[in-house]
């Protein structure tokens, strides 16, 4: 039986970012992505070259042609999600002691999006009291997680700038573009704690088919058992979050929405 045609798989990832109904930029779909901007200006050059993808000559966004606009990728489903990922997520959390959560943006209009959504959660190791956190909102701006999301979901850029017009602070709105730019960067976020977040966190995208981002995956404990001195990701924890969020995309990818 033929494999998957990995073009194929980055040509659809592209359209379904481009569903969301908003014009993207080359340098935005490369970095949601994780592609190079030569790889998807090649991809994006064939979709107009057949009618499925337009151009804003003064822009330079590209946008799925009229005749196209009509197929919407079917909206995720938060309980599927969650029962595809209930194994991964509860051995993320039985293997690093901590506590872990896949994290979702609402289905809804990017300017209306004001935080995330807890689609799982599980309890870290500790004695201390605790308490489940699903269908709970998240700090976009606050929590690894939600900063996750900001960098590479494919509404992450809306959200992010409606976010930012709503910012009173410009010194608070510029850390939180330098920490998204800096998250899309390294392909990881971390939190430390800071506007009444508990402990530190860190956080790593969840992709579904083609490489689009649908979720974040991430863990919380104290700083000493998340972060480096330097305030980077334990590579110990990044590691084991790395092959949580790879299983968990699989699983979520066994079947379509």
Same mark, same amino acid.
């Given at each position: $039986? ?12 592209? %359209?379904?970012? %481009? ?10 779909? !490369? ?5 190079? &901007? ?5 991809? %994006? ?17 590209? #946008? ?9 990728? &079917?909206?995720?489903? /938060?309980?599927? $999600? ?19 959560? #896949? ?9 209306? /999006? ?33 900063? $996750?999301?900001?960098? #590479?979901?494919?509404? +992450?850029?809306?959200?992010? *700038?409606? %976010? ?6 410009? &010194? ?5 573009? *330098? ?7 390294? +392909? ?9 977040? *508990? ?16 979720? !974040?995956?991430?863990?919380?404990? !104290? ?11 334990? &590579?110990?924890?990044?590691?084991? #979050?790395?092959?949580?969020?790879? +299983? ?5 990818m066994s079947k379509r929405w």
């Amino acid at each position: $039986m033929p494999g998957r045609v990995q073009s194929v798989e980055r040509a659809a990832a592209i %359209l379904r970012l %481009l569903a969301a109904g908003h014009g993207r930029v080359l340098g935005d779909l !490369s970095g949601a992505l994780g592609l190079s &901007k030569s790889t998807v200006h090649g991809i %994006l050059r064939t979709l107009v070259e057949v009618g499925f993808v337009e151009q804003d000559p003064a822009s330079g966004a590209y #946008l799925l042609a009229a005749e196209v606009l009509g197929d919407r990728s &079917k909206p995720m489903d /938060i309980n599927e $999600m969650r029962s595809r990922a209930t194994n991964w997520v509860d051995g993320l959390a039985a293997r690093t002691r901590l506590a872990a959560r #896949l994290v979702v943006l609402p289905e809804t209009e990017p300017t209306e /999006i004001t935080s995330g959504l807890t689609a799982h959660h599980v309890f870290s190791a500790s004695p201390a009291p605790q308490r489940v956190e699903i269908g709970d909102e998240v700090d976009l701006a606050a929590t690894a997680e939600g900063k $996750m999301l900001l960098a #590479l979901s494919p509404i +992450g850029g809306q959200v992010l *700038d409606s %976010l930012l017009r709503a910012e009173r602070s410009a &010194k608070s709105g510029d850390r939180l573009r *330098d920490d998204v730019t800096l998250t899309r960067s390294r +392909g990881y976020a971390v939190d430390t704690g800071g506007s009444g977040t *508990d402990g530190a966190g860190v956080a790593v995208p969840v992709r579904s088919h083609g490489g689009t981002v649908v979720a !974040s995956l991430g863990v919380r404990g !104290s700083t000493e058992q998340v972060l480096t001195p330097a305030r980077s990701a334990r &590579k110990d924890v990044l590691r084991t #979050l790395d092959e949580a969020a790879r +299983g968990t995309s699989h699983a979520l990818m066994s079947k379509r929405w």
